[in-house]
């Protein structure tokens, strides 16, 4: 059984530069969140959602359940919840930024990477092969070396992804990452949503395809 008191809540401010994370970081504001009574949890509570505010302010959040495993009628009274944030300071984002939030609730102990910091050749190790996505990509017309921080949320919606410094030529690199599942059946996949690992990119190799000889361990 979870403990409850150990879970992590929290609200992740993502908008369109740090300068507006900071000058925003407390304008969203919600009630504390109660739990209703269920039967039963699940062994490993998760609960993913992004929060849109809308162009009015003073109106209910637009909503986005990424991932849950929570029962039916805890996700409805959570999306409530969440609905019900508001906006409270007189200035908001500028109109052409969308200002996003995810909300996230992730219960302790819970399921992890054997590794939460590995190299680019080790990750490659750990993900499933991507016939249509060739692994060509040269890492030092990528600015090598670099990190990434990498998120999982695949086979239910793209992994999250942030490179240390980005430009164009990161796109087919960044939509790679965004799409690439961990090699593994169903369960364990959904078992590590939500989990995160750092991923260094040096400059040592430009093929990034594992050698056939290449042991694996599980991810």
Request: proline fraction near 11%; include cysteine.
């Amino acid at each position: 059984m979870w403990n409850q008191r150990a879970a992590l809540a929290a609200l992740l401010l993502l908008c369109a530069s740090d300068v507006q994370a900071q000058r925003f970081s407390g304008c969203l504001k919600h009630p504390p969140l109660q739990f209703p009574a269920v039967v039963s949890w699940p062994k490993v509570p998760k609960f993913f959602a992004d929060m849109e505010l809308a162009e009015d302010p003073t109106g209910p959040l637009k909503v986005s359940v990424i991932y849950t495993n929570f029962p039916t009628r805890l996700r409805e009274h959570v999306v409530r919840h969440l609905e019900s944030g508001r906006w409270v300071c007189e200035d908001k984002p500028d109109a052409k930024h969308r200002f996003n939030s995810r909300w996230t609730f992730v219960s302790e102990p819970r399921p992890k990477f054997s590794e939460s910091k590995v190299t680019l050749a080790r990750f490659v190790e750990m993900v499933k092969p991507a016939p249509d996505a060739p692994l060509n990509f040269n890492v030092e017309e990528l600015g090598c070396p670099f990190v990434v921080k990498w998120q999982t949320f695949r086979p239910v919606a793209p992994n999250r992804v942030s490179i240390s410094f980005s430009g164009p030529k990161h796109k087919p690199f960044r939509q790679w990452l965004e799409n690439v599942e961990i090699d593994g059946p169903k369960s364990r996949q959904l078992e590590l949503i939500g989990e995160e690992l750092e991923i260094s990119v040096p400059c040592e190799r430009n093929n990034l395809a594992p050698p056939d000889a290449a042991a694996s361990s599980p991810p």
